[in-house]
């Protein structure tokens, strides 16, 4: 099984772990998730699948990864609730958890969402209010984007802090 106790078995979670990384790096500074870290984490995830050392609940991957995609769909084009890049991110790391796990990934989704999104309004009215106090004769420091008080939520932050506490609950995220 994929992620369990021996290494050898363990071996995409660099390769995970590093794409989720710049999905969020990307996504905090552009407000961009590039097509190529979802495409990559598919195609790790068929890689992986492939060389499994056992057998893999195919039917419960992708219907995990094609469920989130088209809630995703639905929240982006009929109230933009989320970026297209966080649609296709979602529906990606989905296709690893699998049917089973997909219910708990999702609220604890959820869960990030809704911590992202009160620190930042906290943070962003902080500054919007302290701020201009603190440049007293002084020209303003530049605030960066995610930090400006009407900037969207950079969701994809979310998705990917959800992995974590799914790795440490699921040590293995294949459906048996």
């Given amino acids: 099984m994929l992620f369990g106790a021996h290494f050898q078995d363990a071996w995409p979670l660099f390769p995970f772990g590093l794409l989720l ?3 969020v790096v990307t996504d905090v500074t552009s407000y961009r998730i590039p097509n190529w870290i979802s495409l990559s984490l598919v195609g790790l995830f068929l890689v992986a699948a492939a060389f499994s050392p056992e057998p893999v609940a195919w039917w419960s991957h992708l219907g995990a990864g094609l469920f989130s ?8 084009v009929f109230r933009p609730l989320i970026g297209a890049g966080d649609v296709k991110l979602m529906a990606a790391v ?3 958890m699998g049917i089973p796990a997909l219910p708990f990934y999702l609220v604890l989704m959820s869960v990030c969402g809704a911590i992202l999104g009160v620190g930042l309004w906290t943070i962003r009215e902080i500054l919007a209010r302290w701020g201009p106090r603190f440049a ?7 605030v960066p984007r995610i930090l400006m008080r009407h900037a969207e939520i950079p969701y994809g932050v979310a998705i990917v802090a959800a992995v974590v506490p799914m790795y440490l609950r699921f040590p293995i995220f294949w459906a048996s």
Avoid: D, I, Q, Y
């Fill in 69 to 76: 995609f088209v809630v995703g769909a639905l929240l982006f």
């Fill in 21 to 23: 990384l710049v999905a």
């Fill in 94 to 96: 989905s296709l690893w």
């Fill in 136 to 142: 007293k004769g002084r020209e303003p420091l530049p």
